[in-house]
Structure formats: C-alpha cells, structure tokens
C-alpha cells in the first residue's frame, strides 16, 4: 500500500508543480527556442524547461514522506543522494540556462560536476562492491579502487546515456519509467524494500511529467531533468539490482536500461570511427535515425518504448532465474 500511494503522490506532485512552474518559465524566458540550425533540435515553438525542477521536488518530497512512514527517517545515505541530485540538476540548470541564450555549457564542467556528485554517493556507502561467484558460491570483493572507479563510471554513464535520450516528445520519461518499473520488479524479487520504494516514485515522477510531455509536448524537463532521472536509475541499480549480484544477473541492470545504453555504445562507437567528441550532441542516437527514415515521433517513441519493455522483460526473467 505504501509503494502505491508514494507513486501516486509522486505523480501527483508533479502534475500540480508544473503548470506554475510553466508559467514561470515563460514569464522569465526560460525556454527552449527552435534551432533550425541543429539537426536535433525538432520543435517548432518555444517549449518551458522546467519541468526538471518539478520532478526533482515531486521525488524528494515524496521519498522523504515515504521514508518517514517507514521509520527509516533522514539517513547518510538518504541525504547524499539528495546532495548529489542536486548538484546534478543545478549544473542541469545552468546548462539549460545557456541553451536559452542559444549557446551550449562545456562539457568539462558538466563532468566534473556529475562526477562530484556520483563520489558523494559512492563514499555514502553506495557502490558497485563485488559478486557472487556462480561456480563455488563464494563472494568476490573487489578493491576498494576498483569499486570507486566502476561506480563512478556506472553513474556517470548512466546519467548521460539518459539524457542522450531526450531527443523526441515523451521518449527519455517513457524510457526512464520502463527501466523504473522494471528495477521496482527486480527490487521485489530480490527483497530490496529501499530499491523498490524509490524505483516506484521515479516511476510516479516520470509519468506525472508524461503528462504534459507526450507528443505534442507543452513542456521540456532539459537536461536538469534528464540528467536527474538518469543519476537515480544508476544509483537505484546499484543499491538494489548489483547488491550481492551473481556473475550472470550483472546483466539485469544493463538490461533494465536496454534501449538508452545500447543505442548510446553504438553511437560512442560510430563517433570514435569517425574520430567525432564522444559527449558533443548530435543527431546519431536511433530516434533520430528512426524520424530520417520516415516514421513519425508517436511512431518512434512507441517502437522504442516496446523495445525497451522487451529489455524490461528479459531482466526481470534473469531476476527471477537468480532467486531461484
């Protein structure tokens, strides 16, 4: 009952916090203008970008309510992933801001902020720490240098191939709610009550902004947004589905993420060959490829939310073999 009413509430805050904050956006100029110049930019009109800020709020206070009915309260580790969130969507923000002005952040402070905030949470005890061996049943710990590289990496990566993902009404909150739903599942199979409690008011988040983003989109959560969305499913991934994880199902959280990592590894990939940035956006990820090859936006977004159910599926069949 718990986990019901947290989404609900979640979606509700965010359905009631964005029309204001809509406003506000326009009223400031705070919005994303029509490029004609760039490829990627598709939108024919001025869209409000702070629907970000709605989420981010629509989450904490739910997470924070939720945690209090629990007994759990204000812990380190609740409060560094609150720290950590908030440097993501404050650099977010600032990025936003300066898409606004018709200029772009550079990217070495995004990175160094991002990654700020994945040490924030690694030294709250949240990180990637081993596996369990499926041949004799023994846990593998790894070094303590290791685990900080591979959580950082984790974190960092996912919070980028998420918002690499935002291209196209609807898709980077469609996405972000199936890989939710699909960690809130493994969560319950593995017993994780903290991993399913925020799993379900991600998932609340994103389809409260679902709401007013679906094709036509009436307003943007920017990369404050997208990048917020993208830090929790790392991190909820690493607080449930990698905890105690066997060789085999470290495959689960990459595939509750399917979609936005595959599509964004061929696009590392095909840059490096083409000796391009590797972190420069651009009009290489699949929805666009999808929209050059003639489908429309409701069209790509339903093919690549069905692909990533499917991805959504097959991690939960490897939870579900790995309980057993």
């Not at 009223?27 to 598709?42: A, Q, T």
């Not at 898409?99 to 952040?105: A, D, S």
């Not at 196209?168 to 199979?189: E, H, K, N, R």
Request: hydrophobic content about 55%.
């Amino acid at each position: 009952m718990l986990l019901l009413v947290s989404a609900m509430l979640s979606c509700l805050l965010v359905i009631l916090l964005i029309p204001p904050l809509r406003k506000l956006a326009i009223k400031i100029d705070f919005v994303d203008k029509p490029r004609p110049d760039l490829e990627r930019k598709i939108h024919r009109e001025p869209i409000p970008l702070t629907a970000g800020i709605a989420i981010f709020i629509g989450f904490f206070a739910t997470y924070f309510i939720s945690a209090g009915f629990t007994g759990a309260g204000l812990t380190d580790k609740s409060a560094a992933i609150f720290c950590g969130s908030l440097l993501i969507l404050g650099i977010g923000m600032l990025d936003d801001w300066y898409k606004t002005r018709g200029k772009e952040l550079a990217s070495l402070p995004k990175m160094i902020v991002q990654v700020a905030a994945a040490l924030i949470v690694y030294f709250s005890g949240i990180a990637f720490e081993g596996f369990t061996n499926p041949f004799n049943g023994h846990y593998i710990s790894l070094p303590e240098w290791l685990q900080l590289i591979l959580t950082i990496l984790w974190i960092f990566g996912v919070t980028t191939v998420i918002n690499f993902s935002d291209g196209i009404d609807g898709l980077a909150g469609g996405l972000s709610a199936i890989s939710g739903g699909t960690l809130f599942i493994v969560a319950l199979t593995m017993g994780q009550s903290e991993s399913a409690l925020m799993s379900v008011i991600l998932v609340g988040s994103a389809i409260g902004y679902l709401r007013y983003n679906k094709p036509p989109a009436r307003v943007f959560m920017g990369d404050a947004g997208a990048t917020f969305l993208g830090f929790m499913l790392g991190i909820i991934a690493l607080d449930g589905a990698f905890k105690g994880a066997t060789l085999a199902s470290l495959f689960i959280p990459i595939f509750a993420l399917g979609v936005p990592i595959l599509d964004n590894v061929i696009v590392i990939i095909r840059r490096l060959i083409q000796q391009k940035p590797i972190y420069k956006a651009d009009a290489s990820q699949a929805h666009y490829r999808l929209l050059a090859i003639g489908l429309n936006q409701t069209q790509t977004l339903v093919f690549l939310c069905l692909l990533n159910i499917c991805f959504g599926l097959t991690a939960i069949i490897l939870a579900l073999q790995s309980d057993m």
